[in-house]
Nanobody, 123 residues
């Protein structure tokens, strides 16, 4: 099992940027895809972006395509989510998750989850 810890959330004005990090520990010798999800108050958890173990393939939700970039540094066991041109509708708790399929938008396909980090975008 992989343990995940997110960081980097905060309050930012619309149009601003944030970079989230997700540090993995535990069974990091296993290869696994990583993804970011988010959950806004009163809404279901939704897929944001995913990346393969090698980092060669990425996948994005239409709502963030062109604004967010997912990347990973396996030497540091860390995955990043660079978020640019932030909008108030991006406000949510952001979670990282580890699983088999990087482009699966179903949260039940991911076995390990972090505790989440709050991102708030003011208008």
């Amino acid at each position: 099992q992989v343990q995940l810890v997110e960081s980097g959330g905060g309050l930012v004005q619309a149009g601003g940027s944030l970079r989230l990090s997700c540090a993995a520990s535990g069974r990091t010798d296993s290869t696994y895809a990583m993804a970011w999800f988010r959950q806004a108050p009163g809404k279901e958890r939704e897929y944001v972006a995913g990346i393969t173990w090698t980092g060669l393939w990425t996948y994005y939700a239409d709502s963030v395509k062109g604004r967010f970039t997912i990347s990973r540094d396996n030497a540091k066991n860390t995955v990043y989510l660079q978020m640019n041109s932030l909008k108030p509708e991006d406000t949510a708790v952001y979670y990282c998750a580890a699983g088999v399929y990087y482009n699966s938008v179903r949260s039940d396909n991911y076995k390990s989850w972090g505790q989440g980090t709050q991102v708030t975008v003011s208008s």
